[in-house]
């Protein structure tokens, strides 16, 4: 299931290189309800599957907000409800992989630290906010350190 993923991921790419849509995506830095210096790290199974980075992802604008859609793919990806209000960080634009994105970056607080993890994600972890407990050398996402240099907590 893992190399379907893959290649509907390719086919997307390509896709977005001769289209040059319009995207819209959403990543969360999610909390540990019982620990805050603790957020949640995430591996996919589909692409950068050494990397850590933010439970995320596409969203409709027209469908819903990016509020909703946190809400929605963090518990599509993890099982996970979210306790209270999401705040924003930071809405930042990006042309990677010949698409036009917004990204919008959010944070807020897990109801529970139990997960269950989707198909999507290779791995899920509670981690320091330094990132210090992740293994020496593995690569993190831009947004996971960019969602963590926006907080105010």
Do not use: N
């Not at 040059?20 to 805050?36: D, F, I, M, S």
């Not at 439970?55 to 819903?64: I, K, L, S, V």
């Not at 909703?68 to 705040?87: K, T």
Request: hydrophobic share 35%.
């Amino acid at each position: 299931m893992g190399a379907l993923l893959t290649a509907g991921h390719r086919a997307r790419r390509l896709w977005w290189r001769v289209r040059r849509p319009r995207t819209y995506g959403v990543k969360v830095l999610l909390r540990h309800p019982e620990q805050p210096h603790l957020v949640l790290a995430v591996r996919h199974s589909y692409v950068d599957q050494q990397r850590w980075a933010l439970p995320g992802g596409r969203y409709h604008p027209h469908r819903e907000g990016a509020a909703a859609a946190a809400r929605r793919e963090v518990h599509e990806e993890l099982a996970l409800p979210i306790s209270g209000d999401l705040d924003l960080l930071t809405t930042v634009e990006t042309r990677s992989e010949g698409k036009r994105d917004e990204l919008t970056l959010l944070t807020g607080t897990s109801a529970t630290a139990e997960m269950r993890t989707s198909i999507e994600l290779r791995e899920a972890r509670w981690v320091r906010d330094d990132l210090s407990d992740l293994p020496e050398g593995d690569p993190v996402s831009r947004w996971l350190r960019l969602a963590l240099a926006h907080r105010t907590d």
